[in-house]
């Protein structure tokens, strides 16, 4: 390419070209930094209930003595599981402090992925939200955990409201399955025992592994990528240094409906976001669509993060619709592509540009962003962030030029140190110059923005012809009868392999031959859908993320 780095021009005035990856030593510098500037604002919010950032300083400072007490040293795991509660920062925050390296952990695993990510990071303490301990608790002797921490849901919400949501979930609903863990320990009263002791300060370094975050596993066994300080720091820089042209510190209120144990949320709400003073409103269950429209009534929400599925439901629930988004001035979606027609309709419902951005767990996550000021294009995943390199190359590893596609290619002070216990799986993803192969096709264009085509292993083969389920997914969202769609390859004994389409209908009208119609005005013949199949709904990760792999896998 010309120029290596043809997206600065396009940078909206105010973004900086580079970060300083080094301006701190530790997160948890930075965290102490914030902690003092905001200290009597409201820090994390959930279902009402606030916490300032001094009350998180305070316990999570006291659950990070507990920790100590219980003889966790430096260095040693602990196993975040729950959903968005107010427990997860004070956790967080409290373990870092202790020196501790954190692994998130999602909730909805099975006792199989829970042994292999325990007994794979070598986790010695977890903090359990006690719907899950009873797989906790098949699991555990096969595990090094010697010390439980159970939460429940309303645990920190208040005596009577704890108690009423405690009540709900337990025995209306019936969401906590019996289970006997011995000598565990209510988060309550690690932070009232860690009032006793006195944090002993851990001083860490910049190269530290701080957090050991998993990937999905979708290509076998989920690894877990080492984030140092440096990395998390730097991408916490690269995300402000973006969006802080357009936002006012100490004066946003953001919607975090994803979890925070996920990367995105992790990095963007749960510490980019807070560093700036803003105040975080937490969503335990986002596929509780009432209770996102509840908070947008009880705050003027100005940012909101999401996934492209979350997105569209919200715009087809006749609630949501209702809402007067005046205050709404940021929409940022990624951990999958974002459907143009979803897109077009958010901005239609909200008047808020939906800025589609990209990264990976591997990257901490974010590596490019569409500008959220509005000039973002559709289609594309934006240019990538301040002190970030981005390339397009072939199988040979050749560097493409403008509007050829291949594999992306991205290098920055975010890219992880390494696959934990992993060196093989670590050379391969990583080159020795430092470059991330992603495993995404795209293509760049003259302006430096980039367009995701597809991952390398969906990529559907007709007959010698490629065809990208995104591109096939993105057309028929356009339906006005589609709510979701999913597009795979399946075996084909003439062209090798033939496009597969699921649907769930948005009008129950909808039959294949519509279709089949609306396919042949809109694809040249090989990517024209073979086979269709109306489903009630699709399997989604614990993200909404929809999962073609699921879908290629049944039988």
């Known amino acids: 390419m010309a120029d290596a780095r043809p997206w600065l021009q396009h940078y909206p005035s105010g973004v900086p070209v580079n970060i300083d990856p080094d301006a701190y030593e530790t997160l948890i510098d930075l965290v102490d930094e914030t902690f003092i500037r905001y200290k009597k604002l409201p820090a994390f919010s959930c279902m009402g209930k606030e916490l300032t950032f001094a009350e998180i300083d305070k316990m999570s400072a006291s659950f990070g003595a507990y920790l100590q007490s219980r003889g966790l040293e430096t260095g040693d795991k602990i196993a975040l599981m729950m959903p968005n509660l107010l427990q997860y920062p004070i956790a967080l925050f409290g373990a870092l402090r202790a020196g501790l390296v954190v692994v998130n952990t999602n909730p909805l695993y099975t006792p199989?992925?829970?042994?292999?990510?325990?007994?794979?990071?070598?986790?010695k303490a977890i903090v359990i939200a006690e719907n899950f301990a009873a797989n906790l608790q098949e699991v555990i002797g096969d595990t090094a955990i010697k010390t439980v921490i159970t939460t429940s849901i309303g645990e920190l919400l208040g005596m009577f409201k704890g108690k009423m949501v405690d009540f709900v979930v337990r025995t209306v609903k019936r969401a906590v399955p019996k289970f006997e863990l011995e000598n565990t320990v209510s988060f309550k009263d690690a932070i009232k025992q860690g009032d006793k002791f006195k944090i002993k300060k851990h001083k860490g370094t910049r190269e530290e592994?701080?957090?050991?975050?998993?990937?999905?596993?979708?290509?076998?066994?989920?690894?877990?990528?080492?984030?140092?300080?440096?990395?998390l720091v730097s991408n916490m820089q690269q995300i402000r240094a973006t969006m802080m042209p357009f936002l006012s510190e100490a004066?946003?209120?953001?919607?975090?409906?994803?979890?925070?144990?996920?990367?995105?949320?992790?990095?963007?709400?749960?510490?980019?976001?807070?560093?700036?003073?803003?105040?975080?409103?937490?969503?335990?269950?986002?596929?509780?669509?009432?209770?996102?429209?509840?908070?947008?009534?009880?705050?003027?929400?100005?940012?909101?993060?999401?996934?492209?599925?979350?997105?569209?439901?919200?715009?087809?629930?006749?609630?949501?619709?209702?809402?007067?988004?005046?205050?709404?001035?940021v929409t940022v979606g990624g951990g999958m592509a974002v459907q143009r027609a979803v897109a077009e309709k958010w901005q239609q419902l909200t008047g808020c540009f939906l800025a589609e951005g990209y990264g990976m767990t591997e990257s901490s996550p974010v590596i490019t962003c569409n500008p959220i000021d509005g000039s973002g294009r559709?289609?594309?995943?934006?240019?990538?962030?301040?002190?970030?390199?981005?390339?397009?190359?072939?199988?040979?590893?050749?560097?493409?030029?403008?509007?050829?596609?291949?594999?992306?290619?991205?290098?920055?002070?975010?890219i992880m140190k390494g696959y934990y216990n992993r060196p093989e799986a670590t050379a391969k993803i990583i080159d020795s110059e430092g470059w991330l192969r992603t495993g995404d096709i795209g293509k760049m264009n003259e302006d430096?923005?980039?367009?995701?085509?597809?991952?390398?292993?969906?990529?559907?083969?007709?007959?010698?012809?490629?065809?990208?389920?995104?591109?096939?997914?993105?057309?028929?969202?356009?339906?006005?009868?589609?709510?979701?769609?999913?597009?795979?390859?399946?075996?084909?004994?003439?062209s090798g392999e033939a496009v597969k389409v699921f649907i769930v209908k948005k009008d129950k009208s909808l039959s294949v031959e519509e279709v089949k119609i609306f396919c042949k005005q809109n694809f040249t013949g090989y990517k024209n859908p073979k086979h269709i199949e109306f489903r009630k709904e699709l399997p989604k990760s614990n993200v909404g993320k929809i999962l073609r792999r699921e879908l290629r896998e049944e039988k």
């Open 112 to 123: 199989r992925e829970m042994r292999h990510q325990f007994t794979d990071a070598g986790v």
């Open 209 to 231: 592994v701080v957090l050991l975050q998993y990937t999905g596993g979708t290509t076998g066994l989920a690894k877990g990528a080492m984030l140092t300080n440096r990395n």
């Open 251 to 329: 004066k946003e209120i953001a919607l975090s409906p994803l979890p925070m144990y996920h990367i995105f949320a992790f990095t963007v709400n749960c510490l980019a976001l807070m560093t700036i003073g803003s105040h975080t409103v937490l969503i335990p269950n986002p596929r509780d669509l009432s209770s996102i429209t509840k908070e947008f009534n009880r705050y003027d929400i100005t940012l909101m993060t999401g996934v492209n599925t979350l997105f569209n439901a919200l715009i087809n629930d006749t609630e949501f619709q209702k809402i007067d988004f005046q205050h709404l001035k």
């Open 378 to 414: 559709l289609g594309t995943i934006g240019l990538p962030v301040p002190s970030t390199d981005l390339r397009i190359v072939d199988e040979q590893g050749n560097v493409l030029s403008y509007n050829q596609i291949g594999e992306i290619q991205a290098k920055g002070p975010q």
């Open 448 to 494: 430096g923005f980039v367009q995701i085509v597809d991952r390398k292993k969906d990529m559907i083969l007709v007959s010698g012809f490629n065809v990208y389920p995104n591109e096939i997914e993105d057309v028929l969202a356009g339906h006005p009868k589609v709510l979701e769609v999913a597009a795979i390859g399946v075996p084909d004994e003439k």
